[in-house]
């Protein structure tokens, strides 16, 4: 979800609200590209949070993209069938959808999906050194580092990324500022 400056505000709303549901990791502006971002040191750049288990990424990305009803959701799909299930399915019968409190009820017939195929990360040519998760994610901490001091990771490559474009560009930009921040401490 895009946001000018109000990613954590939402994050912190929408947690408040659906059941199960808890804020991640927040990413902060650091002084290191203050030339590019402009923001003050400290300022959030992305919150990763869960509604009731679904991942989303709340990114504080300017006022270029005004937020609006889409959502991207995530479905790890093993097998081509699993692919080809929820493809076909959403697009056949339609989706209905329910409000919450009032129990009123909407049909939709969407005209297509957009659907993400990869989920296998291309993490194979790293050293055995760099720790992966069972299925190839690299972990990383909060800084984006990886288990070998210096070598960074951002995107849908790592572990607990939310597999969404402007979540990867701001990733993508977390770690520029991590890297920086850690050569001038080498």
Request: hydrophobic fraction near 40%; glycine fraction near 10%.
């Amino acid at each position: 979800m895009w946001f000018a400056t109000q990613a954590e505000a939402a994050a912190r709303f929408y947690t408040g609200i659906f059941r199960n549901s808890r804020i991640g990791r927040i990413t902060r502006y650091g002084a290191a590209g203050f030339e590019a971002h402009g923001k003050p040191v400290g300022t959030v750049l992305t919150v990763d949070f869960e509604l009731d288990g679904q991942a989303f990424t709340a990114l504080n990305g300017g006022p270029v993209f005004r937020f609006n009803e889409a959502i991207s959701l995530q479905v790890r799909c093993d097998t081509q069938a699993e692919i080809d299930y929820y493809w076909e399915k959403p697009s056949e019968s339609g989706i209905t959808i329910r409000h919450r409190i009032s129990g009123e009820t909407e049909h939709l017939d969407p005209k297509g999906i957009f659907m993400f195929i990869g989920l296998s990360p291309n993490s194979a040519w790293l050293p055995g050194a760099v720790n992966r998760d069972h299925t190839g994610f690299i972990v990383t901490n909060t800084a984006l580092e990886t288990s070998i001091p210096g070598v960074f990771a951002a995107g849908d490559v790592r572990l607990g990324s939310t597999k969404q474009a402007a979540s990867a560009a701001g990733e993508g930009a977390t770690a520029a500022l991590m890297i920086r921040e850690y050569l001038n401490r080498i």
